[in-house]
């Protein structure tokens, strides 16, 4: 049965990705009542379907590291709460390292993950060869390696989080496009959408890279840039190793996992351009080879099974925008993730729940509020592809 849109709701959430479903789920949950989501398309279908899977803690920020380390207890835990299989495949992660720069920045992240109680630890090239057999070690200087990470299915966990979400009581709208907010002061009255009109008072934003312009519609600035990222499948390896972790060549981005029979392979493309392009185009394919052809040669004897296109929600610094909007009462906005989206939801969930109901959330998320850039105050996460 397809949800109807209501004429009011208490909160209503914009997006319907992992950030968006999670966050529905985490209020229902506590007992919010008249929590309403809509999503333009269908659940999921949007950033989320389009994402590696991987899911880490490996970052070199504290705040990114507790999101990351918040998130995967949940997705070790959800097959019991919220209840659904999300193919759960914790082999870790595997960044190669081409230089000293990179040896130290990886040295620095790592003593902050361990302290943070995670067990990363700092690998030579040879055994990350051990690790990941189809990697060449040519020019590498070592590796990093967090063993507690992995990859498991978004559109599971996007799942997963709406049923339950639906069960305690959220609705979820699908094929329903926000056409604008309205408000009178600095309150919001309203949302207008292709279905209609819902009367409410909050509105959290989990657009993803359709963010900047929902804000635009009541003042407030969410520097969220979307650029196109592709990935390609592999025909069957039968040589794979079933517990091949998640490899990042830092220098490159290419990386790759585990698929099925095969692997998903990704790179960022240096010469993709800003904006909704979402077609699948060959024209990165050579430069993908070329890293290949460098990292992992075998590969180049392996056929493409197939591939899609998705979107990247980029901010200035790499790091989420996560808060409250100050100049309007009651805009919440969770979005601009830069590629660890997928992976932080379970955490946001609880975080912007925790901002709507006004407690203190688990981590103090202060310094990705949007105003930052504002000031002096903002810091790159590096440890991103």
Not at 68 to 89: K, M, T, V, Y
Not at 261 to 266: H, R, S, T
Not at 299 to 326: K, R, S
Request: net charge negative.
């Amino acid at each position: 049965m397809v949800a109807s849109l209501p004429a009011r709701a208490d909160v209503v959430i914009v997006g319907g990705g992992v950030m968006g479903t999670s966050i529905a789920f985490h209020l229902a949950e506590a007992g919010v009542e008249r929590v309403l989501l809509l999503e333009m398309a269908q659940l999921g279908s949007g950033s989320t379907s389009k994402a590696a899977g991987g899911v880490r803690a490996n970052f070199s920020d504290e705040l990114n590291i507790a999101l990351g380390a918040r998130s995967l207890e949940a997705f070790a835990a959800f097959g019991e709460r919220p209840g659904q299989e999300i193919d759960l495949h914790r082999v870790g992660y595997l960044f190669l390292l081409s230089t000293g720069d990179q040896l130290e920045l990886f040295e620095e992240s790592t003593r902050l993950q361990n302290a943070a109680g995670q067990p990363t630890r700092m690998i030579s090239a040879s055994e990350a060869a051990r690790l990941a057999p189809l990697i060449s070690t040519d020019g590498l200087v070592g590796a990093c390696f967090s063993p507690n990470d992995g990859h498991c299915t978004p559109e599971s966990v996007v799942l997963g989080y709406a049923t339950a979400a639906r069960r305690l009581g959220a609705t979820l709208v699908t094929g329903c496009t926000v056409l604008g907010i309205d408000a009178v002061g600095n309150e919001i009255r309203q949302v207008r959408t292709s279905l209609g009109i819902v009367e409410t008072s909050t509105v959290i934003c989990a657009a993803g890279a359709w963010s900047a312009s929902l804000a635009a519609s009541v003042g407030v600035d969410l520097p969220v840039t979307p650029l196109r990222r592709q990935i390609v499948v592999t025909d069957a390896i039968p040589t794979l190793p079933p517990d091949l972790p998640m490899t990042i060549d830092f220098s490159s981005t290419f990386y790759f996992h585990r698929e099925g029979p095969g692997l998903l392979v990704g790179m960022s493309d240096p010469e993709e351009e800003p904006g909704f392009n979402l077609d699948n185009s060959d024209a990165w394919l050579p430069r993908l080879t070329a890293v290949m052809e460098q990292r992992t040669p075998s590969l180049l004897e392996v056929g493409l099974t197939g591939g899609w296109a998705g979107l990247y929600e980029v901010t200035p610094d790499h790091n989420a925008l996560i808060g409250e909007a100050a100049g309007i009462d009651r805009f919440l906005y969770a979005t601009g993730f830069s590629g660890h989206g997928f992976l932080q939801g379970p955490a946001i969930g609880e975080v912007i729940r925790d901002l709507y109901l006004g407690r203190t959330p688990f981590v103090d998320v202060s310094p990705l509020d949007a105003t930052r850039f504002h000031s002096s105050t903002h810091r790159t996460e590096q440890n991103v592809v």
